[in-house]
């Protein structure tokens, strides 16, 4: 899932932006708007450049400050403005809204005019719009929030009035009246237009004049609309939502004793909405919003006296003097009983707090931060002992959480954490019960619970980090100082070993915090600087590297290795349990004996214990530790087994026995345990463990055997693994326990094992083969001497494609590694035995075989299944070459070196980026390679000035672009021409677009050059009907093939030869196309035909007469689309050639291939067609009997 790679959901460093850069341009795009508003396109253009500029700025949106004004003046200038046309006042609101977006509304709010002469026009303008029309939205929320800052004007609003009796009669509405109701009418809206009519209640009905006379109307008309609407329903959720956004805002912006004499029926009439068990989530985060501001309505705003308070927050002070903690002065008024005046609590504060409680508890993120922060202002204005009933109501919720619903628990945890934090930030959480919080909040540093396939806590883990952060700017040094060892501990484990990225950075920036505030994190400054926000991006990087060095300081390095044992070998993810284990082995040098005398007799019995995911983790665990102190020992020239007792000796090797007796190597827990065993089996044979001769040997010989035996067996995704772990093992055992003093094998142990692999390698099931050949492959040189040659012969065997086993892509694929390991292995001596040495005798046979893996083409189900094959054959022929050339470079002949370097240059300009990737690396790497030089490369000059040496590393092979140009120059040289020109075939002609274009382009470049050049021509066109003449009916070159030579034709590329009659080329040419479709119902081949017969009409001679009746045979094809497409191209064709035609009936035959249907019946078509002949004097073709 990770390796080098950033994982998902990193962020990396990035420039950030410094100013408003593009304030001109939008400047511009705004003065410009009257010009282009009446267009679709120019005011979409318009619109989609202010949107770009404007996202820019969504993370850094305080840049736009200095020009809000600026841009909000001009824009209302243009709405204000009479003459204006309804789009161009809706496009320059449109842009308004854009930049609200991005600044936010609240920020934008005080800079809209709020003059008395604005409150009319706005006024019509709001009764002018439609609220229902989608189009016009952004009009109305920008208007709702002007006049919501324009009812901020001090003057009663019945001065503005006048006359209420209108000419005619008829009465007209008090500007009070409609204002209100605009805002009633927006507030049952579905749009955004409904959350600038809450801004504007909040602002209206707080008004003096509108308190006294319609404050008490509206809140019942709001809480009747709310009684009536059902949040089941859409529109009774969108009336609700209106409804509670409206008195969130009101009772948060109204004055206190205001709103007291309401905030009891509204909080009654709440609890009857049940918003709690609505499916909504916007619903429910809104009504914990107004439960909260009705909390803090019964409660006087006052701040808390005994809240606690840190004097200097300076992080300078706190760094002052070398290793000085500064005590700052505080008071003392905490302890004072008679500072908390005495006075009545509400009941309903009971409600509200109990409701904020549950709130912790819900299912989303926004309701639970909502309440988080409703319980932190809340607990600010009680007194000190009902402010303690409330943390401790909130602890309790951690202790009874665990006995809760299954679904709720990761929840309440998580919302906890969040009223923990807040709590704290506020001063609300004394010191006294610091010591009753830590314990929580280390235990949410590590909250992982699984559920199902995976697990859920990572949101838990990232709150308990802003617990920590909370806390080190909270309290003084010496309040924490009894919990610093177990908070630095926590928070160094999250940063280090946390799965989640934002848990590792969370608690990186919480530990920084607390080494800033604090100064008494033991080495604070060294870890930062190793563990940084960017360090803990990479997970491998933070097990592998920062671990072990933070692990040196002693305070860390039992806690660390402590948390891997009890929470990280257990993982659920098996990339988890597999770092940890290789974080102990690197570990275990900085407390050798606590993990000898600890650790491992404390994973012992863990390892052949009933959970599956637990087992795994301490086998593997076992086998890095024993690895780990085996290498400590051997370093202090001690015996290996100087770390272990007997005990754990003995418990190493029941591992495998427990296991098997037990039959845990089947089913699936057995795709875990084979390769795990398979690693202790290595660690223990690399550890040199005292075991020789011991039954245990032959026990782990059999589960490798059979691991490689039963790979069919096992899912197609843990195959690879335990494949690649066995062939590990048996490497390392073999090298440990098979070789006597003299270095040589058991001759018995020796037939045994060589004879068995080799008689796998013919087995029906591929993936045996697979297994078995990798294992050849792996065998040391003393297994494999006096065998070379049986081992070689039964892997050549295993390349070859018969009609049985044509598919067994992969065990091609592995034999072929296979033989190159092998050769490796056992070296080279080029007078030596061919059963013992790569030598003269075997050579070629060797390069033989993996030639012959180049031109493996086979496809199924999956598609080029030949392509790894390939990629194999091309590893191998580099490993083997280079393993010559560095030992004995003259077994390398000329031959061998030109078909290697050819066949290479063929994969190179074929249409798979990958392989060709590959195959371009493989070239160069043996074209550049110094120590010493690969000889007989044919040509060695010239691709050393195509592929000059700087670009080695450089070229980018997969990308069309620079690979294509490169690779076609190699046309020129006569030793590469046939083999380019049969991979650009491919290429050229294949269906990927950039494949196809750059390909095709650097092809017609290199015509072009040699089109002054007839020697140059001549050879290329005889190669090219080589290849033709060589892949006929092969539809893998010969479809693509037909296709390069419609292009090549059509771009001119031969027209030197239109001079000449009867040409040899376009003859040739002729006979090998219509060769090639002779009886072909391949449809895709007829139709890239017809391009390549059309293309031949220029050519003078008498084949002119055969390609026209050629093409009039496919007239008259029995697929109607060759018909159809045939007719086309003539028509096409006789535009463009209009000379192979006499003038006289050009038209008549012009007409007949346009007007026909060719779609039609046979007959009808087959007249025309003759009609054709007859005109152009073509033989009419002859209907054979069958």
């Known amino acids: 899932e990770e390796g080098e790679e950033r994982e998902p959901g990193a962020v990396s460093e990035r420039g950030f932006l410094e100013s408003f850069t593009e304030s001109r341009e939008v400047a511009e795009l705004i003065a410009n708007l009257r010009g282009v508003f009446g267009e679709l396109v120019t005011r979409e253009m318009a619109v989609e450049r202010f949107v770009g500029i404007m996202d820019k700025y969504q993370e850094q949106p305080h840049l736009l400050d200095h020009h809000l004004e600026g841009m909000m003046n001009s824009l209302l200038d243009i709405a204000r403005d009479k003459g204006s046309p309804p789009p161009l006042v809706h496009l320059a609101f449109k842009f308004l809204y854009i930049i609200t977006k991005v600044r936010g509304y609240k920020r934008f709010l005080p800079l809209f005019p709020h003059e008395v002469r604005d409150l009319q026009p706005v006024l019509d303008m709001l009764a002018e719009q439609n609220p229902r029309d989608s189009e016009t939205w952004e009009t109305r929320y920008m208007l709702l929030l002007w006049l919501s800052m324009i009812c901020l004007i001090p003057f009663d609003l019945a001065r503005f009035d006048g006359n209420l009796v209108a000419e005619g009669g008829r009465a007209r509405q008090p500007t009070m009246d409609r204002i209100l109701e605009i805002a009633k009418c927006y507030l049952v809206v579905s749009d955004k237009a409904r959350d600038a009519a809450a801004v504007l209640v909040s602002k209206f009905i707080v008004r003096p004049d509108v308190r006294q006379s319609r404050m008490a109307e509206f809140l019942d008309w709001v809480l009747s609309m709310l009684s009536k609407s059902s949040s089941q329903t859409m529109e009774g959720t969108v009336i609700v939502n209106g409804m509670l956004q409206a008195l969130a805002q009101l009772f948060k912006h109204g004055k206190r004793e205001d709103c007291l004499p309401y905030a009891v029926t509204v909080l009654e009439c709440l609890d009857k909405c049940k918003l709690s068990e609505s499916n909504q989530m916007v619903l429910r985060k809104l009504g914990m919003k107004l439960v909260q501001r009705l909390g803090l309505t019964f409660v006087k705003p006052k701040v808390a006296k005994w809240r606690y308070q840190r004097g200097c927050r300076s992080l300078a002070a706190n760094l002052q003097a070398q290793g000085a903690v500064v005590l700052n002065q505080k008071r003392e008024a905490a302890a004072e009983a008679d500072d908390d005046e005495e006075y009545d609590i509400p009941a309903e504060i009971e409600n509200v707090v109990e409701q904020l409680l549950v709130g912790l508890k819900d299912k989303d993120t926004i309701v639970r931060w909502s309440a988080a922060k409703g319980i932190g202002r809340i607990t600010g204005r009680l007194p000190k002992e009902l402010a303690d009933d409330v943390i401790g109501s909130l602890l309790d919720c951690f202790r009874f959480c665990s006995n809760t619903s299954f679904q709720e628990t990761d929840n309440a945890w998580h919302g906890g954490c969040l009223a923990l934090a807040e709590l704290g930030r506020r001063g609300l959480l004394l010191p006294s019960r610091i010591s009753d919080v830590v314990p929580v909040m280390l235990k949410a540093l590590t909250y992982d619970e699984k559920r199902g396939a995976c697990s859920v806590g990572s949101n838990v883990r990232d709150a308990a ?20 060892s177990h908070i630095s501990s926590a928070l160094v484990i999250a940063a280090v070993f946390d799965r989640d990225v934002n848990c590792r950075r969370a608690a990186s920036a919480a530990f920084q915090e607390n080494v800033g505030r604090q100064g008494t994190f033991p080495h604070g400054i060294d870890i930062l600087t190793a563990a940084d926000y960017f360090a803990v991006g990479n997970r491998v990087n933070c097990y592998l590297t920062i671990s072990v060095y933070i692990a040196g300081f002693p305070e860390y ?48 019995p863990l390892s052949v214990g009933s959970d599956l995911h637990t087992r795994h983790g301490a086998i593997l665990a076992c086998a890095e530790i024993t690895h780990a102190l085996c290498k400590l020992a051997q370093e202090n020239n001690r015996s290996v087994t100087y770390y272990f007792s007997e005990k754990s000796l003995e418990g190493l090797k029941q591992i495998h026995q427990e296991l098997c007796s037990r039959q845990l190597y089947r089913g699936l827990g057995g795709e875990l345990m084979r390769p795990a065993v398979c690693t202790l089996i290595e660690k223990l044979s690399l550890s040199k463990m005292p075991f020789r001769g011991d039954p245990i040997i032959g026990g782990w010989q059999w589960l490798i055997n059979d691991s490689l035996r039963h790979l069919t067996l096992v899912s197609s995704g843990a195959r690879q693994h335990i494949k690649e772990s066995a062939v590990s093992a048996l490497a390392a055992l073999c090298n440990e326990f098979y070789i006597n003093e003299e270095g040589e094998a058991d001759p018995a142990l020796q037939d045994e094992l060589v004879t068995q692999y080799v008689s ?138 030109r078909q290697i370097m050819c066949w290479l240059a063929q994969q190179s300009a074929e249409k798979i980026d990958k392989f060709r990737a590959h195959a371009g690396s493989v070239f160069l ?25 700087s670009e080695k590393e450089t070229l980018n092979w997969n990308a069309a672009s620079e690979a294509f140009p490169r690779i076609t120059q190699l046309l020129a040289l006569p030793t590469y021409q046939y083999f380019v020109l049969l991979g650009l075939s491919v290429s050229v002609g294949g269906l990927t677009e950039t494949t196809l274009r750059y390909s095709a382009q650097s092809l017609f470049d290199y015509m072009k050059k040699i089109q002054g050049d007839p020697s140059a021509l001549e050879s290329f066109c005889e190669t090219l009907l080589k290849v033709f003449e060589d892949n006929l009916r092969n539809d893998r070159v010969s479809v693509p093939l037909l296709t390069m030579l419609d292009q090549l034709l059509a771009n001119g590329c031969f027209d030197t030869f239109t001079e000449q009659e009867n040409h040899p080329f376009p003859v040739k040419l002729f006979t090998l196309c219509k060769e090639e479709i002779k009886r072909s119902k391949d449809i895709r081949k007829l139709r890239s035909s017809i391009g390549v017969f059309c293309g031949l009409i220029q050519f003078q001679g008498d084949m002119r007469e055969k390609v026209f009746f050629q093409l009039f045979l496919l007239l008259c094809h029995p697929f109607p689309i060759i018909r159809k497409t045939t007719a086309s191209q003539v028509y096409e064709m006789l535009i463009t050639y209009g000379d192979v035609v006499d003038p006289a009936v050009m038209d008549e035959v012009m007409a007949i291939l346009s007007d026909t249907n060719w779609e039609a019946e046979l007959p009808v078509v087959r007249e025309r067609r003759n009609c054709l002949c007859d005109l152009l004097k073509v033989p009419k073709p002859q209907l054979v009997s069958k």
């Open 465 to 484: 980090c802003y617990v920590c952060w909370a806390f080190a700017r909270a309290y003084e040094p010496r309040e924490l100082k009894p919990f610093i």
């Open 557 to 604: 390095t039992q806690p660390m290795i402590d948390h891997l044992v009890n929470m990280k070998i257990n993982h659920w993810d098996s990339v988890i349990r597999e770092l940890s284990t290789k974080a102990l082995h690197n570990m275990t040098p900085r407390a050798p004996e606590y993990m000898a005398n600890v650790v491992l007799p404390r994973l012992l």
């Open 760 to 897: 796998e390698l013919q087995n029906t099931e591929e993936m045996i083969r697979c297994g078995f050949s990798r294992a050849l492959g792996a065998l040391p040189r003393f297994l494999l001497k006096g065998r070379l040659q049986q081992v070689l012969e039964g892997l050549k065997k295993v390349t070859l494609i018969s009609p049985e086993d044509v598919s067994f892509a992969e065990s091609r694929r592995d034999a072929l590694i296979a033989i190159a390991k092998v050769c490796q292995t056992v070296g080279v001596k080029g007078e030596g035995s061919r059963e013992e040495f790569v030598c003269r005798d075997n050579v070629d046979e060797i390069y033989a075989t993996l030639l012959n893996g180049v031109t493996d083409y086979t496809t199924d189900s999956r598609g080029d299944v030949g392509g790894w094959v390939r990629e194999a054959a091309m590893t191998s022929l580099m490993e083997v070459t280079l393993l010559l050339v560095q030992n004995e470079a003259e077994l390398i002949n000329a031959s061998i070196c």
């Open 925 to 949: 790497t043996l074209l550049h390679f110094d120590h010493p030089p690969v000889p007989h490369i044919p040509h060695r000059q010239e691709l050393e000035r195509i592929f000059p040496r």
